[in-house]
């Protein structure tokens, strides 16, 4: 094979995998951040993934109810949000952002109130790393709508 072409072969293979991370990239094109407030200052995160579930108290519960469940994904651990949820264990204020970073899709809030760290996985090896937090709330606003 000659230099020019391994050359045109060299240039091909890099516009294939320089246009598939292009395609990666493009992918993941909404922001998700978790912020808490803690006293005066807040800390925030970046989420990978997050899903809410409701359920409806039953008939022969007892005292206040936390049915509005949280469950967040991270590519990391963030050890300033741990924190927070191990100092405050009768639960934290925030909020939940997501922002189509096109603009494509009008941006989320959920904002919750009185949040503790139910469950708590950390995996890693070589090549990825994943944290998973399940939050239970006191309350649950999503776009300004209170959630009973």
Same mark, same amino acid.
């Given at each position: 094979m000659n230099k020019k072409s391994l050359s045109l072969l060299l240039i091909i293979f890099c516009f294939i995998t320089g246009f598939t991370h292009?395609?990666?990239?493009?992918? *993941? *094109?909404?922001?998700?951040e978790i912020t808490l407030i803690e006293g005066n200052k807040s800390i925030t995160a970046v989420a990978r993934t997050v899903a809410f579930s409701f /359920?409806?108290?039953t008939a022969i519960a007892d005292g206040p109810q936390k049915n509005y469940y949280l469950s967040i994904d991270f590519e990391k651990l963030d050890v300033n949000l741990l924190r927070a949820f191990a100092r405050n264990k009768n639960g934290i204020d925030g909020q939940l952002t997501m922002v189509d970073l096109n603009g494509k899709t009008p941006s989320r809030k959920y904002e919750f109130k009185?949040? /503790?760290l139910d469950a708590l996985s950390d995996q890693l090896n070589g090549d990825y790393s994943s944290t998973y937090f399940s939050l239970n709330c006191a309350s649950l606003i999503i776009d300004g709508v209170t959630i009973e």
């Open positions: 292009a395609q990666q990239l493009e992918e *993941r *094109r909404v922001k998700i /359920t409806r108290p009185a949040a /503790t």
